[in-house]
């Protein structure tokens, strides 16, 4: 093996275990979010309740683990335990941590058209997406009647 593909081989080692840290800490993250949300909905208060409340603690965790394990504070975790929490564990739990975050350091470092554009752009888009999804899916049911009769005759 040549110095240029065994250096190649191991980056994309490395590129792997990122991945894979990142796979198994959304799948926990992902499961720690069903089973608050299935637990909070038996409850029956009031429909939202269990999305602000995974959304609340999701903004909260992210933001622990991040400055909690900074690279410039007195605890550093590392950058693939830092993958896994935050990206991981955190992004399978709501990206809405991850949104949050993001325009909690535009506050930080004075970008408040960042800000402004993130959030405005966040709420607008993803508004519009979900109502262009409903307008495609519309049909969907209609047309998978239609060609399951269709393969059936």
């Known amino acids: 093996m040549t110095p240029l593909s065994a250096a190649a081989a191991?980056?994309?080692v490395a590129?792997?275990?990122?991945?894979?840290?990142?796979?198994?800490?959304?799948?926990?993250g992902s499961l720690m979010r069903f089973g608050i949300a299935q637990w909070i909905s038996s409850i029956?208060?009031?429909?939202?309740?269990?999305i602000l409340i995974i959304n609340v603690s999701?903004?909260?965790?992210?933001?622990?683990?991040?400055?909690?394990?900074?690279p410039s504070g007195d605890i550093y975790l590392g950058p693939r335990s830092r993958l896994f929490l935050l990206v991981g564990v955190c992004g399978g739990y709501t990206t809405f941590s991850s949104f949050s975050l993001l325009s909690f350091n535009a506050i930080r470092h004075g970008a408040s058209l960042d800000l402004w554009l993130n959030i405005g752009l966040s709420h607008l888009l993803c508004l519009l997406s979900v109502w262009v999804g409903a307008i495609v899916a519309a049909p969907f049911?209609?047309?998978?009647?239609?060609?399951?009769?269709?393969?059936?005759?």
């Open 141 to 153: 049911p209609h047309a998978v009647r239609a060609a399951i009769r269709a393969l059936r005759s």
């Open 58 to 70: 999701g903004c909260f965790a992210i933001s622990f683990f991040n400055f909690v394990s900074d």
């Open 10 to 12: 191991q980056t994309g």
């Open 15 to 28: 590129l792997m275990r990122r991945y894979f840290l990142v796979a198994i800490g959304g799948g926990i």
């Open 44 to 50: 029956l208060v009031w429909t939202p309740i269990s």
